[in-house]
């Protein structure tokens, strides 16, 4: 094969990767503007419409199709991934600063905690079931939930943390002892502000795993319903187009919580260099 | 008399038993230059790293102007250390890796700052001082990390390979200055290198080691001229090295029976007793001879017939390889003047003679 047939081949394979990575999301999307609420979720759209967005709000006249029950399991998630996002990123990188020196027992422990992310959910979820009830425990999904997520996304922050020390260069914290600066203050002035980056991905990672986790928490998060397990719960009745404009409205804020990343990352580098500024100053 | 520091049979065997230093004795004056030299893995920056406080000291006693050191941390020190790779904090201004030293201190800011302009201004650097440290060259780089190691006054100024980054003209230039600075701070530098022109250049007292233990410590121009150890021979200047016996005194001399003939050169220190010995010869103590001229040299001592191998000139000096009898190569240099180009073409043959006051004798 030449040069040509090469790259065409190659271009070929990555259109399709794009085709069957947002195939999905582009049919919810165009399906979304589905007329209401006589149109359902199929082909052919018959008439062009933002029914099913205003629908979600409670804007359109009442009518045989009830609102999505999702208001306040979308708030409960939001906290949920946050408590999660803040306590994963801790951990993670408390857990990969421990492991920058090797200690007795560190090859055990490191499957212990990459163990989080293998195992399945369902199995987990169903484990915790059962503990909470032979010992007792109210199920909650700020409580056995939470644990739950914390103990799944805790290995996320803990590799990205790992990866992001391999690359640090420890002689910049040696320097700074030598100068006199205690080893708490190193980490909190000079060993912090170099890894932050890493800290970032880190928090997206825990907080999006946690914001859209389904099979652990269905058995573990008890009466009340996270945002995943309510809109999942509607299913079982008819669907809707408005479960696709909603899907839509989560995909932009995904992308918004990209977007934000992006932002606070280049802030953290040009907080940097104002630094720099107010030193000359 | 009290030393900037001491080090008393220290020693450093990592977790899994390998022994990285062994009994290392030394004792460094104030202000004195001492360089900690030898090939990758002879335990000179291990024991640099023990003074600093970055690795534990397995045995033995650290003593910093008296005090013993062995269990006090980095950060408590009065020693300060220089990174080959500089080590700059990436996120600060210049500027501010300077006065950090002074800022963790809690020295009020008007004072920090004109100490810190005065360093910069000391090593040129007041035009960067807003810059960030990534921007900037090798050479400047090592100069901020300098002028942060010193602004913070330690007793011991530690630099580990600093100048091993920076490309030879550079480390040239920024030799001198270190040379400078020193003698004109008058603070006790430990310097580690593996490169021996650096070490021969600068410190008032080289360590030579080898294999976690200390070979030699002498002043540069004795260790270049009088080694101690077969492997001090080999390793600091190009010398050639005939092991052979004793066979006895002729005055000042020791005469070495070697499987080249009887010769001659002067015991460093006492041989005590030792009758398998090494005759060390520098290269610059060779002299060559056309053959034609043995009758002329009389029946001086040191006469050592040789092949010219390979014979050019490069710019002003004169490079000969000369093979000896029994197969040894001797690399000889000198100015043009001596060797002129066509004296000794490749195949002649020639003897090579030296003065024994100039050859060692040491215990092989």
């Given at each position: 094969m030449?040069?040509?047939g090469?790259?065409f081949g190659?271009?070929?394979?990555?259109?399709?990767?794009?085709?069957?990575l947002?195939?999905?999301?582009?049919?919810?999307?165009?399906?979304?503007?589905?007329?209401?609420?006589?149109?359902?979720?199929?082909?052919?759209?018959i008439?062009?419409?933002?029914?099913?967005?205003k629908?979600?709000f409670?804007?359109?006249?009442?009518?045989?199709?009830?609102?999505?029950p999702i208001?306040q399991?979308?708030?409960?998630s939001l906290t949920?991934?946050?408590?999660?996002?803040?306590?994963s990123?801790?951990?993670?990188?408390?857990?990969?600063?421990?492991f920058?020196?090797?200690?007795r027992?560190?090859?055990?422990?490191?499957?212990?905690?990459?163990?989080?992310?293998m195992v399945p959910g369902?199995?987990?979820g169903?484990?915790?079931a059962?503990?909470a009830?032979?010992?007792?425990?109210d199920?909650h999904?700020?409580?056995t939930?939470?644990?739950l997520?914390v103990v799944?996304?805790?290995?996320f922050?803990?590799?990205?943390?790992?990866?992001?020390?391999?690359?640090?260069?420890?002689?910049v914290?040696?320097a700074?002892w030598?100068?006199?600066?205690?080893?708490?203050?190193?980490?909190?002035?000079?060993t912090f502000?170099?890894?932050?980056?890493g800290v970032l991905?880190a928090?997206?990672?825990?907080?999006?795993l946690?914001?859209?986790?389904f099979?652990?928490?269905l058995?573990?998060?008890?009466?009340?319903?996270?945002?995943?397990?309510?809109?999942y719960?509607?299913?079982?009745?008819?669907?809707?187009?408005?479960?696709f404009?909603?899907?839509?409205?989560t995909?932009?804020?995904?992308?918004?919580?990209?977007?934000t990343?992006?932002?606070?990352?280049?802030l953290?580098?040009?907080r940097a260099?104002?630094?720099?500024?107010?030193e000359e100053? | 008399?009290?030393?900037?520091l001491?080090?008393?049979?220290v020693?450093?065997?990592?977790?899994?038993g390998t022994?990285?230093?062994?009994d290392?004795?030394?004792?460094?004056?104030?202000?004195?230059?001492?360089?900690?030299?030898g090939?990758?893995?002879?335990?000179?920056?291990?024991?640099?790293?023990?003074?600093a406080?970055?690795?534990?000291?397995?045995?033995g006693d650290?003593?910093?102007?008296?005090?013993?050191?062995?269990?006090v941390?980095p950060?408590?020190?009065?020693?300060?250390?220089?990174?080959?790779?500089?080590?700059?904090f990436?996120?600060?201004?210049?500027h501010r890796?300077?006065g950090?030293?002074?800022e963790?201190?809690?020295?009020?800011?008007?004072?920090r700052?004109?100490?810190?302009?005065?360093i910069?201004a000391t090593?040129?650097l007041?035009?960067?001082?807003g810059?960030?440290?990534?921007?900037?060259?090798?050479?400047?780089?090592?100069?901020?990390?300098?002028a942060?190691g010193?602004?913070?006054?330690?007793?011991i100024?530690?630099l580990?390979?600093?100048?091993?980054?920076?490309?030879?003209?550079?480390?040239?230039?920024?030799q001198n200055e270190?040379?400078l600075?020193q003698?004109s701070?008058g603070?006790?530098?430990?310097f580690?290198?593996?490169a021996?022109?650096?070490?021969?250049?600068?410190?008032?007292?080289i360590?030579v080691?080898?294999?976690?233990r200390?070979?030699?410590?002498?002043?540069?121009h004795q260790?270049?001229?009088?080694p101690?150890?077969p492997?001090?021979?080999?390793?600091?200047?190009?010398?050639?090295?005939?092991?052979g016996?004793?066979?006895?005194?002729?005055?000042d001399?020791?005469v070495?029976?070697?499987?080249?003939?009887t010769l001659?050169?002067?015991?460093?220190?006492?041989l005590?007793?030792?009758?398998?010995?090494?005759?060390v010869?520098?290269?610059e103590a060779?002299?060559?001879?056309?053959?034609?001229?043995?009758?002329?040299?009389?029946h001086?001592?040191?006469?050592?017939?040789a092949?010219?191998?390979?014979?050019?000139?490069?710019?002003?000096?004169?490079h000969?390889?000369?093979?000896?009898?029994?197969g040894?190569?001797?690399?000889?240099?000198?100015?043009?003047?001596k060797?002129?180009p066509?004296?000794?073409?490749?195949?002649?043959?020639?003897?090579?003679?030296?003065n024994p006051?100039?050859a060692?004798v040491?215990?092989?």
């Open positions: 030449n040069a040509t090469i790259k190659l271009g070929l394979y990555t259109a399709l990767f794009i085709v069957f947002y195939g999905p999301l582009a049919v919810l999307a165009i399906l979304s503007f589905q007329t209401g609420p006589e149109g359902g979720p199929q082909f052919p759209i008439e062009w419409s933002t029914y099913w967005y629908h979600l409670g804007l359109t006249p009442p009518s045989r199709i009830a609102p999505l208001e399991a979308l708030v409960r949920l991934a946050v408590m999660t996002m803040i306590v990123t801790v951990l993670g990188v408390t857990a990969a600063q421990a920058r020196k090797k200690f027992g560190s090859g055990v422990v490191f499957y212990l905690i990459v163990l989080g992310m369902v199995l987990v169903l484990g915790m059962l503990v009830n032979t010992l007792g425990i199920r999904w700020w409580g939930a939470f644990v997520h799944y996304t805790f290995p922050a803990f590799l990205v943390m790992l990866a992001i020390f391999n690359r640090f260069d420890p002689s914290e040696e700074a030598s100068l006199g600066v205690t080893p708490g203050r190193t980490f909190r002035k000079i502000p170099l890894i932050f980056p991905s928090m997206l990672f825990a907080f999006t946690s914001y859209d986790e099979s652990r928490t058995f573990a998060s008890g009466r009340d319903l996270t945002l995943p397990l309510a809109i719960g509607t299913f079982s009745v008819e669907v809707h187009p408005n479960v404009a909603f899907g839509v409205l995909t932009l804020f995904s992308f918004a919580l990209l977007g990343y992006a932002v606070l990352m280049g953290s580098v040009r260099k104002r630094f720099a500024i107010q100053a | 008399m009290i030393f900037d001491e080090l008393n049979n020693g450093k065997v990592y977790d899994n022994p990285a230093v062994i290392f004795n030394l004792s460094v004056a104030k202000g004195e230059f001492i360089a900690f030299l090939p990758s893995g002879c335990g000179k920056t291990t024991t640099l790293r023990m003074i406080g970055f690795e534990s000291i397995s045995s650290m003593l910093i102007r008296g005090e013993r050191m062995n269990d941390p950060q408590r020190r009065p020693t300060s250390m220089i990174f080959q790779n500089y080590a700059l990436p996120h600060m201004t210049v890796n300077v950090y030293g002074l963790v201190k809690g020295m009020p800011r008007a004072e700052e004109a100490k810190v302009d005065r910069l090593l040129g007041e035009d960067i001082a810059r960030k440290p990534d921007k900037l060259s090798g050479g400047q780089r090592q100069r901020i990390a300098l942060r010193l602004v913070v006054e330690p007793d100024l530690l580990d390979e600093p100048l091993g980054a920076l490309d030879a003209n550079l480390r040239k230039a920024i270190l040379k600075l003698k701070l603070i006790t530098f430990v580690v290198t593996h021996q022109s650096e070490a021969l250049a600068l410190s008032d007292r360590v080691m080898n294999q976690g200390i070979e030699q410590v002498s002043p540069p260790l270049y001229t009088r101690n150890t492997f001090v021979a080999q390793f600091i200047g190009r010398n050639t090295v005939l092991s016996e004793v066979a006895g005194n002729e005055g001399d020791v070495v029976t070697t499987g080249i003939g001659a050169g002067r015991a460093n220190g006492a005590s007793g030792k009758s398998r010995v090494s005759l010869v520098p290269a060779i002299e060559v001879h056309a053959a034609g001229r043995r009758e002329a040299l009389g001086a001592r040191n006469l050592v017939d092949r010219i191998e390979r014979s050019e000139v490069v710019g002003h000096i004169a000969l390889t000369a093979r000896l009898e029994d040894r190569a001797v690399a000889l240099e000198a100015h043009v003047d060797y002129r066509g004296d000794f073409p490749a195949g002649s043959q020639v003897f090579l003679s030296w006051a100039e060692t040491i215990p092989a």
